[in-house]
Each structure stands twice: as structure tokens, then as C-alpha cells.
């Protein structure tokens, strides 16, 4: 009878799980047996130990397990039954050293691709059933079975590197320095990371490579294309060993613990790397180096690349921060110290708490603290690397055998759970698949196994929840992960952001990491990186209390990649808590704050001054401010400059204040007015200044701007344009100017009124003051940029447009070059406005120039607060038609702003009580709510920007108008609408109708 080796050293065996499947197996057995039939003595051989091994109670105990628990393995089995059979014989370690010889040896002949990768895929399979049987059977330990995973992985990869240096160096790309063993010298390096590279590989990994070059090492004629070729090589190796064919894979392939790998090829100089981990490397990528290893290529090169790094590793002097950085690394993983809930069942026991990532960190952030100083602590293995922080008294020997019992038991756990399907999966099944694998360990219950399980996680998250317990966690308010450590997301964490009201967690995740590979200027210091990885969890809560919590963090994003340093920031932040939550609301409420703090940081120096959220200054002490600052430049750059700089800083206090509801809407309408006004006012004397350089003066000669629209009114939002006309005054028989370079009256006042609009508007390396319109102007695009007050005065008495002449009544002057020349535009302008009018024709056009308004912009949605029939148009047509029609009998009801003439009206008797009272509450209030969405949305509201209206937004909006919510709020605006419809067409829409034709 065949003796079987094997079984001389097997131990135990789990009872199969599923009996259905055992038949099923050994029907497929004898049926891949029957068809290796023959006459040949290998054949005749092949049946007598398959008859065997059905007959032997040990063999077919080992196969039911097999067939009854486990898909994978049962498919191993039959498709290979002579390496199966030979395996029985021969035991598991004679097998596995002849597989990893044939790798080896495979690597020698010159096969082409297509052979080599079969070769490879099943000797891979071959290894995976040896490596199952061993681990079922109890003949191999942890360490042997870990171990033969890694060589497993070590000889595939360097047979499949080997192959593809010599295919590369037959197209040209290098020279082969050993032709004997082509990856000696070749400058071509593979490091294992992870458990690849501390030989811990588990049954269904990924092996985790950082592939680099060595130009130096390299002979090359064309050494500018070096980095392409080695990046295709990286990629030849990634379908090589992971691509998955007829014969299954090799092995998954992960390259995303290279530096920096959403901004890096896959494969790197050494120089690249050695720089980045110089100077951005972070603390779980000293971790992580650790346990490098080179395992394929130029292993010379490769230790050479590893022992400069040494340095970076392992410090021999840590400072405070530093330290608090390292125990971050723990802190931002949630630990419970009272234990984890009941049940075990879909619990990750890797990542989950109490699993085997928190035993790997407790070994690793005690390694980068100590073994920097003490050379004995470096191993890269998990269990040597416990025993020896236990042996110098670094922790307590009971919680290092604890650990290191919990460690060899979690991943036996994780073995079984990956030979089932050969999944890459540590979380562990619910419902009758976690009966099947609390069968495959060997428990004769579900019951047992879960009780086991509990005992272990518990027991780490105790050990684990001890660690730097005197540091603050990193974690979030709701007891959630946020790590962002490591190469791969952590499930924990995408499912904290999701539970903090992020919608997409994976962009989130993918935007913090990219802070900590230092790929802003602000976070490339280390100090930078590790205040804000203080700060992380304050401000995801922040900002998850946003209205969209995902705009507002690339927002912030935005703002971070503006910034020139972040130690300053960081640290100002950490030390006033208050200016986190600012930031966040900015962010994620007031898109035009936050741009303008992307642009200008430093513009949060002054929020932490005493007076940011005092009273804002009066428009004369403004004007003083601004004169004073403008004082200060040196050339005309500076000029506009320091005016955007003054302009843009106090614009974005009155936002700030109005965010806090610090200043009503109205109060924040008068100072964005205010500062429009201080800066065409005091702008325009250094233009003209410097345009009288070269353009002299015209003697005798005056110039006015005159606001009209929401400047003229003093209602400006933080949206507003400048509706602006620029009129001049000059004798009749001036000659024009008499500069060095002179100019005609005409032509002195256009290019000195374009100065200013340029002065306003052009992008300067402080971006844009203003938009400004010059529309109003007389004859529109049409007319001339600047108009003489003869030829204003004329057209508005022969020739403007009645709307003309509405747009007049919210017409003041901002800034004139004399007190007479604003008399005399001001005199003009009470003149046109009160010169007595055909009722009729009046009314005709006021009636139709609304109906067209209709047509051509009609309001998208009740928001629409313009537009909308029944809102600000509608009460401002009816104003200022009432103003133009009884001016001319009472001029003092005139006044530029709507507010102020709905009340003149009112008192005057041309407004009943109630219509002025509909009229002024409902202007009050719609000016109010557009005021507040001018903080959070930047354009036209429509029905798309309703959809997306936050609770939080809705919440605010409702907030302005004490309504118990958005709902009422809406009730509200559509009631006040429709009165001030109602009005409107009593007033005007009715009687129009009523005229006959012209």
C-alpha cells in the first residue's frame, strides 16, 4: 500500500461543512482521475494512489474537508489530481521546495510570455494548495506558513522580472550588465512593503511593491526615454503577475505605497523617492518602511536604496511634535475602551476594532519612537517586534503575550476565510456562510467560534485603547474613524464622513491624503502636516455642518492650495477654535468670502483684531481710510492694488459680520454701498493724477460720476455691478488739454472715463474690484463713454426713454472734482425728474416696458426674487412710475432710494396705508433674503439652484423672517407676491389696458 508522508506529520482535520458539496467533490475527483487513465506506469500509478487515498480514512477525511468547506481548494484539487496525489505522497515541504524550484528554474528557459505566465499561475496554484493542506492539517505554524507565501511571491516575481529585463534589453532599452542573472545590475528594483516585505504575506493578498530605477546603475543609449520604458516595465510586471487568464493569477498587484501615487508614475527614479521621503515623507511611510524588503530586480541597488532611507526611518531624536505625530497615527482609530458590542458576525478583523491592524500599530508607532535610538527594536516582524518591545520594558510582557496570541489567532482566521473562495477579504460572513467558517477552523459551533472571536478583539482593543491614552483622539465626535493613513482607504473612515453628511466620502478621503503628500505649498512642511492632522477632526465637523458639506471642503481645498505657508495658519487656528468654525461656514455658506480668503489669507489676520466685529466705520471714515492707504503707493500698480486689497478686505468683513448676523441685511446693503462709492471716490483722483502726466488739464473743466441702479439706491449685494454715467463740464471754446500729449475735449474725457472703468475692472494680480455697467448712460453702448451735462440735459429732455428716466430716480453722485459740477448734475437731474408728464403716455410705457421685462426674463421660480411677478421689479416700477407722475406737483417725494420713496409716497397720499405698507415690508424682505442668498449662491437663483438648497440654507433663509421653517417661508414670499402683484395691477397693468392705441 502507498505510504503517504504527508500524513505523518498531520494533526488535525475540520469536519466538512457542507455534505452536498462533498459528494458533489468526490464525483469530480474521480472523474478528473478517470480521464488521466492509461497504460503507462506513471498512469497505472496515478490510479492506485488515487484508489488509495479514497480508501485511506485520513486522505479522505482531508479531501471531505475540503470538498465541505471550501469552493477554491476543491476546484485546486480536481483540476490538478497528479499534483494532488504527488503532494500526499510526498508532504508539503518536499512539494513546496520542488515548486519553488521550478520557478526559479522557469526563469532560465527562454519562454515566451504566453508560456511563462501558465508556468507561473500554476505553480502559484500548486503552492496555494500545499501552503491550504499544511495550514488545515496544523503541520506548518504561522511563521512557515506566512513565509512560503512570501517566497512564493518572492520567486514569481523575480522569474517574471528576469524575463521582462531580457525582453526589454532585446528592443534596446538597456544593456544587460549579467547575463547570467540579468536583474543583478540591471538598475531595475522591486521593494516589497507590507507582508511581503516582512515575509507575513497572508493566503489571498495583495503584495504591495514601490518599483524604482537607478539611472546610474543603467547603460542606456537613450537615457530620455529611461523613465517611460521603466514604467512600461512596471506595468508589464503588474499583468504579468496579477492579470488573470484561463490558469487563474499569480499574485494582485498593488503600487500605491509608492510616494505619493495619484501624482507619480509607477515607477520612480531613486532620486525622485529619496527626495519626497526627505522632505514629505509622513510617519505611516516610516512605518511602512519597516518592513521594505527588496524581492525582485536589483537587489543591490535595492538594499543600497533602503539603507540611505535609514535615516528617514528610524530618527534618533524626536521633538514633542513629532512624538504626538507618531501617536497620531493611533489616534485617529477610534479604540472603545469598554469593549466592542456583541457579535462578531460581519465584523472586519483586520480593520475593524481589536483587529489586526491595531496589533501591527501598536508594534509600529512604538518602533518609529524607540528604534531610532535602539537598533534592537527595527523588526519587521509583527511577533519579534512585540516580544522585543516587552523585553526592553516598552510595554508589559502580559499585553505583548496577549497581542501576539490574539495576532497568530486573528490571522489563522483571516486564512481559512481567504481559502474559501481565494477572496482578499477580511470581514468575516453573517448567517450560515459564518457557521461554514467556525466549521472550517475546527469548532464543532458558531456559538464557540464567535465567543473566541469576541475574547480576541476585546483583548486587543484593550491593550490598544491603552496606547498614548493620555493623547487627545483623533477621531470623530460620533465615535468614527478618520485615518488617513496607509495606501488603501479605511472602510471605518469613509463610513464616518458618510455618517458626518458627506455624499461622497471616497473624494473627501481622496482630498486629505493629497494634504498629507504635501502637494500644496502649505502642507510641504512637516510641521505644517502634523498641526493639521491636529486639527482634522475639528474641522470635518465644521464643515459637515455646512449646508454642502462637500462643496465647502474644496472650498477649503481651494483655499489650502493658495497658500504660500501653513505653519502660521495652522497655528493660529489650533490656538482660536472660533476661527475654525468661520472658516468652515465661509467655506461652505459664502462661495464669494471663500474665494476672496483663497486669494488673500493673510485677510484673517484681521478677523482676530479687536475691531473686525465692531460697528463698520461711516462712508467718511471709510474715504479717510482709503485715501491713506492709497497715499502709501509708489507707482499706479499699487494703486489698484491697494484699492482691490481695501475694497475686497471690507467687503469681506461686512460678509463676515452679515454670516454671523452681527449687521441686518439692510445694514450690510448700505456698507457694500458704502465701499463701491469710498472706492470710485477715491480712486479716481490718483487716475486722474497720473493720467494728467501725460494729458495735462483742460482749464475750468469738472467731471462727475453718477451712480444709478442698487449703488445709486445704496442696495448693493455682494453680487452687484455698478450701473455708472460719467458726465463732464469744459468750456465751450477750450482748445483741450495741455499735457505733453494733448488731447480734445471729447477724446480727454473718454480715455480718462476709461481709466477709471479699467481702474475698477481689470485683473490685477489682487483679481477684479467691480463689474461695472455703462448701459444707463445716454443712447446706451450707443452714446459716448462720457457725456458733456449740455448734451445729458438734452437727451433726457428730447430723447431718452421713459425707463430712462426711472432708472433716474435712484440716479446721486458718488464723486465730482468741485461742489458745483455735483450741484449741477444733481440740479439736472431733480429738473428731468420733475418736469410735468402726459399721464397717459407715461403709463403706456410703463406698462409695456414691465410686459416685455416679462417676456424676455421671466422668473424661473418663486426664488427669482427679481423677476418674479410680484417681487423687486414689480415694487420698484410702481414706485418709481408713482415719482415720475407726481414729481412735477410734489418734487420732496423724490428720493434715490426705493425705500425711502414707497414711504414719501405713502405720506404724500399717492400710496394708500396698507398698499405702502405691503409695498416697504415686502421690499424690506425680499432685499433681505437676496441679500442672504447673495452670501451662498452667486448667480440668477433658478428652480436647479432650489433643488440644491441645504436644510441648513433653508434653515437660515427662514431664520431672516422668523418662520418656524423654510415651508412657511416660501407661503410668505408667495403671498407677499402676489399682493404686490395684485397692486401693481391696479396701479398700472389694469389701466394700462384700459388706454386706447396711441
Known sequence: MTHFRLFDMLSEIPRPHDMSAVRSGFSNWRTAVAELAGNTQSQQRLSDIAKSIESDPSSKALLEAIFGNSFFLSQCVNRDPEFFCNLICDGADDSADAILKDISNKGKYSLNDTRLMEAMRVAKRRMALTIAIADLGNIWNLNKITRKLSETADATLSTAT???????????????????????????????????????????????????????????????????????????????????????????????????????????????????????????????????????????????????????????????????????????????????????????????????????????????????????????????????????????????????????????????????????????????????????????????????????????????????????????????????????????????????????????????????????????????????????????????????????????????????????????????????????????????????????????????????FDSLPSICEMKEELDCYLARAEYIEDTLNYGRRWAHDRRFQVGVQQLRGLILPAEAATAHSNIAETAVDCLFKPIQLKFNETHGVIKSSDVAVLALGKLGSREMTASSDLDLVIIYKAPINSAGSNGTKPLSVSQYFARLSQRLINALTALTSEGAMFKVDMRLRPSGNAGPIATTIEAFKSYHADGAWTWEHMALTRARVISATSDKMRSAVEGAIHSILTKPRAPVPLLRDVANMRARLAREKPANCLWSLKQLRGGMVDIEFIAQYLALRHASENPDILNCGTMTLIQNLTRAGYLDRSSGTLLSETLRMFQALQSTLSLSIEDEITSQHINEFSDTLKARLADVEKCSDFSALELKVAGAASGVLTLFQEIIETPAKQLSRP
Not at 168 to 183: C, H, L, Y
Not at 236 to 249: A, I, K, Q, S
Not at 286 to 305: H, N, S, Y
Not at 547 to 552: L, Y
Open 162 to 612: 528576469a524575463h521582462l529585463i531580457q525582453e526589454s534589453a532585446k528592443i534596446g532599452t538597456f544593456e544587460i550588465a549579467d547575463r547570467q542573472n540579468p536583474q543583478n545590475k540591471s538598475g531595475f528594483i522591486v521593494i516589497g512593503m507590507g507582508k511581503l516585505g516582512a515575509l507575513e504575506l497572508n493566503y489571498s493578498s495583495d503584495v504591495d511593491l514601490i518599483i524604482l530605477y537607478d539611472a546610474e546603475r543603467v547603460s542606456t543609449i537613450n537615457p530620455d526615454e529611461l523613465q517611460n520604458r521603466m514604467v512600461r516595465m512596471a506595468r508589464g510586471l503588474v499583468r504579468f503577475m496579477g492579470e488573470r487568464t484561463v490558469d487563474g493569477y499569480v499574485f494582485r498587484m498593488d503600487l500605491r505605497l509608492r510616494p505619493d501615487p495619484g501624482a507619480t508614475p509607477l515607477a520612480l527614479s531613486v532620486n525622485a523617492a529619496e527626495t519626497y521621503y526627505e522632505s514629505l515623507g509622513q510617519n505611516w511611510e516610516r512605518a511602512a518602511m519597516i518592513k521594505a524588503r527588496p524581492v525582485a530586480g536589483d537587489l543591490e541597488a535595492g538594499a543600497a536604496f533602503l539603507k540611505h532611507l535609514s535615516p528617514f526611518v528610524w530618527r534618533k531624536s524626536l521633538d514633542f511634535a513629532g512624538i504626538q505625530d507618531i501617536h497620531s497615527i493611533k489616534r485617529q482609530i477610534n479604540a472603545h475602551r469598554g469593549g466592542l458590542a456583541a457579535g462578531a458576525d460581519g465584523h472586519n478583523i483586520k480593520l475593524g476594532a481589536g483587529g489586526i491592524r491595531e496589533i501591527e500599530f501598536f508594534a509600529q508607532t512604538q518602533q518609529l519612537i524607540w528604534g531610532g535610538r535602539e537598533p534592537a527594536l527595527r523588526s519587521p516582524y509583527t511577533v519579534q517586534a512585540l516580544q522585543d518591545l516587552a523585553a526592553f520594558g516598552l510595554c508589559d510582557q502580559d499585553a505583548a503575550d496577549d497581542l501576539v496570541a490574539s495576532y497568530r489567532f486573528l490571522r489563522r482566521v483571516e486564512h481559512r476565510l481567504q481559502m474559501i473562495n481565494d477572496e482578499q477579504t477580511q470581514t468575516l460572513p453573517e448567517g450560515r456562510e459564518f457557521d461554514r467558517l467556525a466549521t472550517f477552523l475546527g469548532y464543532t459551533s458558531a456559538h464557540e467560534f464567535r465567543d473566541h472571536i469576541q475574547y480576541h478583539l476585546n483583548r486587543t482593543q484593550k491593550h490598544y485603547s491603552k496606547l498614548f491614552a493620555d493623547s487627545p483622539s483623533l477621531t470623530a465626535k460620533s465615535h468614527g474613524n478618520l485615518a488617513f493613513t496607509g495606501a488603501d482607504s479605511d472602510p471605518d473612515t469613509l463610513q464616518t464622513i458618510r455618517s458626518m453628511g458627506f455624499d461622497n466620502p471616497t473624494r473627501v478621503d481622496a482630498v486629505i491624503r493629497g494634504w498629507h503628500h504635501g502637494r500644496y505649498r502649505a502642507v510641504r512642511n512637516t510641521r505644517a502636516r502634523e498641526i493639521l492632522t491636529e486639527l482634522l477632526p475639528s474641522l470635518l465637523d465644521a464643515i459637515s455642518a455646512t449646508p454642502d458639506p462637500d462643496t465647502a471642503l474644496l472650498k477649503f481645498d481651494e483655499f489650502l492650495q493658495g497658500l504660500p505657508a501653513g505653519v502660521q495658519l495652522f497655528s493660529m487656528i489650533k490656538t482660536n477654535p472660533q476661527l475654525m468654525k468661520l472658516l468652515a461656514e465661509i467655506m461652505g455658506i459664502a462661495p464669494r468670502l471663500a474665494d476672496h480668503l483663497s486669494s488673500r489669507p493673510a485677510v484673517l489676520d484681521s478677523v482676530l483684531t479687536p475691531d473686525f
